[in-house]
Each structure stands twice: as structure tokens, then as C-alpha cells.
């Protein structure tokens, strides 16, 4: 069993930044990868990016590219989401999620075997 805390989640500006981490704990998590998804009011959950149990590999959903920077210390078991550039359209409560499993599907969020609590991003204009 793992279990996933995200913290850093607040609200902000529009352009301004924050940094989210998802710390695991519970069972051996350097062969988890690990994802970023998201749930604005009344929408699907989305992806937003996802990372390979190495770090080597990442994806980012084309909305947050170029703004977003996930990565990852295995040694901390903790994954880091940066987020700058923040839009009002990021808006959402963010979930982190482990997949046992060295490498992840990307969008496939039923692939994804456990969850955190999810934190409240809030972008003001």
C-alpha cells in the first residue's frame, strides 16, 4: 500500500507560481510512476503531466507545456509540480497518483493504482 499527501496548493495571481509535492509513503515507491491530474467544477479530471519511475521520461498536457515542470526525488519519495505562468483556466483541485509501475499511460487515469487527497489551486485574474 502506498499513500500520497499533496501539499503547496493556494491561490494566486494570474502569472504567478506555486509548487505542489506528492510525498508517498507505505510501500517501495522508486518503481512507481507518478501523475498529475486535475478536476475544475463541473469538468472531467485531466491529466496535467506525468513521470517515469527513473525521471527521465515525462509528458505534459499541451494546456500546461512550457509552464509546468514535474519531477521527482526518489530518495525524498516525493514528486514536485511547478507551476508557473498560472492562468485562471488552472483552476482546479490537483490530485497526484502512483501507478506501480515503471512507466505510465499517459491520460489513462484508471491505470493509476492510488490516489492522494488532491489540494485547491486557485488562480485569480
Known amino acids: 500500500q502506498v499513500q500520497l499527501v499533496e501539499s503547496g496548493g493556494g491561490s494566486v495571481q494570474a502569472g504567478g507560481s506555486l509548487r505542489l509535492s506528492c510525498a508517498a509513503s507505505?510501500?517501495?515507491?522508486?518503481?512507481?510512476?507518478m501523475g498529475w491530474f486535475r478536476q475544475a467544477p463541473g469538468k472531467e479530471r485531466e491529466s496535467v503531466a506525468a513521470i517515469s519511475w527513473s525521471g527521465g521520461v515525462t509528458n505534459y498536457a499541451d494546456s500546461v507545456r512550457g509552464r509546468f515542470t514535474l519531477s521527482r526525488d526518489n530518495a525524498k519519495n516525493t514528486v514536485y509540480l511547478q507551476m508557473n505562468s498560472l492562468k485562471p483556466e488552472d483552476t482546479a483541485v490537483y490530485y497526484c497518483?502512483?501507478?506501480?509501475?515503471?512507466?505510465?499511460?499517459?491520460?489513462?487515469?484508471?491505470?493509476?493504482?492510488?490516489w492522494g487527497q488532491g489540494t485547491q489551486v486557485t488562480v485569480s485574474s
Open positions: 497518483a502512483a501507478r506501480r509501475s515503471p512507466t505510465y499511460y499517459w491520460g489513462k487515469d484508471d491505470t493509476y493504482d492510488y
Open positions: 507505505g510501500r517501495t515507491y522508486s518503481t512507481y510512476s
